[in-house]
């Protein structure tokens, strides 16, 4: 994370407030626009989801696991553009993506650090395993099916990232299954 990156600001109901420096916004607990997104391709007929886990040296939930990718936009950037931009930085796959919706929440963190965020929640398929993590973002990755990931997150809650079982629980309660493979 370099020192320049700034983060959108926002009130609970996503409008822009400001920007701020992504550190200073982290220790502040400011509320700043995310987004979370969620890859999926089919393996013998079912939806496999694409997990990452987060490098260890990430500045918050290192060696967790997640979806797919998250981050925030940049000032001025739009939300797809931005998840997309971040898909290709930390997982070195390009394709489209869709709007699900998006969620507040509010996590702490043992190192002093908050989450504070509105996440818009990002959907995509891919038909492809010829994919390069960056090793910066993600140390692993696998892909499950979604059923299988929630009872994992009940049985595991401590391996996984704070906002993932909202996010994916909101993926599957809005249909977006359905919608990429129809």
């Known amino acids: 994370m370099t020192s320049a990156e700034r983060v959108i600001l926002v009130d609970e109901q996503d409008r822009e407030i400001g920007t701020e ?3 200073a916004a982290h220790a502040k607990a400011l509320c700043h626009r995310a987004f979370s997104v969620f890859i ?3 393996i013998e007929g079912e939806p496999a989801l694409l997990l990452q886990q ?3 040296e990430k500045y918050h939930c290192g060696g967790l696991w997640t979806n797919t990718c998250c981050s925030h936009p940049r000032p001025g950037e ?3 553009t931005a998840g997309q931009r971040r898909l290709r930085e930390e997982m070195g796959i390009d394709t489209t993506l869709f709007y699900v919706d998006k969620f507040h929440y509010i996590a702490k963190f043992d190192n002093g650090l908050t989450e504070n965020e509105v996440d818009h929640v990002l959907v995509g398929s ?3 395993d010829d994919f390069e993590l960056n090793p910066e973002e ?3 990755c696998r ?3 979604p059923d299988k990931v929630l009872q994992d997150i009940q049985a595991n809650p401590n ?3 704070p906002w993932f079982k909202q996010a994916l629980q909101l993926v599957l309660d809005k249909g977006a299954l359905a919608t990429l493979f129809a």
């Open 138 to 140: 993600a140390s692993d």
């Open 126 to 128: 891919i038909d492809y």
């Open 54 to 56: 987060r490098n260890p």
């Open 159 to 161: 391996a996984y990232t």
């Open 40 to 42: 999926f391709r089919q």
């Open 143 to 145: 892909w499950q099916h």
């Open 21 to 23: 420096e992504k550190q």
């Open 78 to 80: 739009e939300i797809i």
